[in-house]
């Protein structure tokens, strides 16, 4: 079956650095565009970052460009996200999710599986 176990999160302060990975076992990782989304405290779903099945495409929120970069090992099946620069209102659980496509999109619709999280806070 299908499974996506993120890790990597923490507590850690504002200005600093975490990387976050998820890792992918039940199905052809590499045909699959791959997915961050964070949840605030409160809060909604937070679509933060894509990338596609092949890794050369991808895309960010507004709101993390310049300071979080998504790639991908296929050879591991694992997914990364290194983020840098952190902020307090980085502060979420962050989960990986699986889309049914290949290309990178810029939402989380059309995402068949999801991981159980990680929660990352950000504070002094």
């Known amino acids: 079956q299908v499974q996506l176990v993120e890790s990597g999160g923490g507590l850690v302060q504002p200005g600093g650095s975490l990387r976050l990975s998820c890792a992918a076992s039940g199905f052809a990782f590499a045909l699959y565009a791959m997915t961050w989304v964070r949840q605030a405290p409160g809060k909604g779903l937070e679509w933060v970052s894509a990338?596609?099945?092949?890794?050369?495409?991808?895309n960010y929120a507004d709101s993390v460009k310049g300071r979080f970069t998504i790639s991908r090992d296929n050879a591991k099946n694992t997914l990364y996200l290194q983020m840098n620069s952190l902020k307090p209102e980085d502060t979420a659980v962050y989960f990986c999710?699986?889309?049914?496509?290949?290309?990178?999109?810029?939402?989380?619709?059309?995402?068949?599986?999801w991981g159980q999280g990680t929660q990352v806070t950000v504070s002094s």
């Open positions: 990338i596609s099945g092949g890794g050369r495409t991808t």
């Open positions: 999710a699986k889309d049914t496509q290949a290309g990178a999109g810029t939402s989380f619709k059309n995402h068949d599986y």
